[in-house]
């Protein structure tokens, strides 16, 4: 089946550096979603990427899908303790059931 | 995500008790989730639904049961509960379509002793 795979598992940084997690998938996707955990609470959807090569900010957060559409990055510019938490990416699967297989997230970790 | 509520918040319950995790949310989304998440495991997909009618196994449904006893409520069983199904659930609601974003409830922080 689908694979999703993230890296780092864990991240720790000291606040204002910079940050960057990497999704890759074993098949292409029609999309990929990132979604943010704050310690304590539950996912919540950050942004969705649908074309080759996207490139989509927020603020200091930077998300890219690749051209083939099997890889994606979030990029994060100047931490802030704010910014802890597990950031995961999910990608669809089962054909024509939607459903999302998610990557196992990295735990981002920021020294103030 | 306040639109989905998840009861209990914590549970602690012993080895063979039969446990109901309950969802319901005001959404008005078909479409329903139950994931498990274990530290560094990510989240795993238990059971869906996209609606009242059609119920599907996830990536590990064995031990688990479910019911959607309505388009808002979605709820998950535990026939006979076993220490390595510790885990915190998470209910989800997302519309039709391949790009919709899924919609998370609090959570469910389960402990079998």
């Known amino acids: 089946g689908q694979q999703v795979m993230q890296i780092p598992q864990y991240q720790h940084v000291q606040e204002g550096e910079d940050f960057t997690t990497y999704c890759n998938s074993s098949?292409?996707?029609?999309?990929i979603q990132w979604y943010k955990q704050r310690p304590g609470g539950h996912p919540v959807f950050l942004i969705q990427?649908?074309?080759?090569?996207e490139v989509k900010k927020q603020k200091r957060l930077t998300f890219q899908f690749g051209e083939a559409k099997k890889n994606s990055s979030l990029h994060i510019t100047a931490t802030q303790t704010t910014d802890v938490g597990t950031y995961f990416c999910?990608?669809?699967?089962?054909?024509?059931?939607?459903?999302?297989?998610f990557g196992k997230g990295t735990l981002l970790t920021v020294n103030p | 995500d306040a639109d989905v509520t998840q009861t209990p918040r914590n549970r602690i319950t012993k080895t063979g008790k039969r446990i109901m995790l309950e969802c319901s949310q005001t959404?008005?989304?078909?479409?329903m989730y139950w994931y498990r998440q274990d530290p560094g495991l990510g989240l795993q997909l238990i059971y869906y639904?996209?609606?009242?009618?059609?119920?599907n196994k996830g990536e590990i449904s064995d031990g688990y049961s479910v019911s959607r006893q309505a388009q808002a409520k979605f709820s998950l069983s535990l026939e006979s509960a076993i220490p390595n199904q510790t885990a915190l659930y998470f209910c989800?609601?997302?519309?039709?379509?391949?790009?919709?974003?899924?919609?998370f409830g609090d959570g469910t922080r389960l402990s079998i002793l």
């Open positions: 959404k008005g989304h078909d479409r």
């Open positions: 989800a609601t997302s519309e039709p379509g391949t790009d919709q974003p899924q919609h």
């Open positions: 990427l649908v074309k080759s090569g």
């Open positions: 639904s996209f609606d009242v009618k059609d119920i």
């Open positions: 098949t292409t996707l029609s999309n």
């Open positions: 999910a990608g669809p699967s089962g054909g024509s059931n939607y459903k999302l297989t």
